[in-house]
């Protein structure tokens, strides 16, 4: 059964950092393109960084390129997003999924993480 469990969130200062994680089993998520997402109250579902099979490829959204930076584990079956100089409109909740391209259309991501909660305070 492929699934994926996201951690990592909490409450942050502007400024500040955080690493979520993306435990991925019942597959290797180096099978698959890996994405993280998130969405905000009032905005749009937003793709912030996104990773290709095998991990030779990387995309950033143009709102956290510079701050946030996606990696792989092998041996934990994890991927992980690093965010820095976090800011308050990077509040929401982070979503990864694993699907066919390293792109930020979400139909291109069938299997989903439940989210976890990040919040940036002025």
């Known amino acids: 059964q492929v699934q994926l469990v996201e951690s990592g969130g909490g409450l942050v200062q502007s400024g500040g950092s955080l690493r979520l994680s993306c435990e991925a089993s019942?597959?290797?998520?180096?099978?698959?393109?890996i994405g993280w997402f998130r969405r905000a109250p009032g905005k749009e579902h937003e793709g912030v960084a996104a990773i290709s099979a095998r991990g030779d490829s990387r995309y950033y959204a143009d709102s956290v390129k510079g701050r946030f930076t996606i990696s792989g584990d092998n041996a934990k079956n994890t991927v992980y997003l690093e965010m820095n100089s976090l800011k308050p409109d990077d509040s929401g909740v982070y979503y990864c999924?694993?699907?066919?391209?390293?792109?930020?259309?979400?139909?291109?991501?069938?299997?989903w993480g439940q989210g976890t909660q990040v919040t940036v305070s002025p």
């Open positions: 999924a694993a699907g066919s391209a390293p792109v930020f259309g979400e139909n291109y991501y069938p299997f």
């Open positions: 019942g597959f290797n998520y180096r099978d698959y393109a």
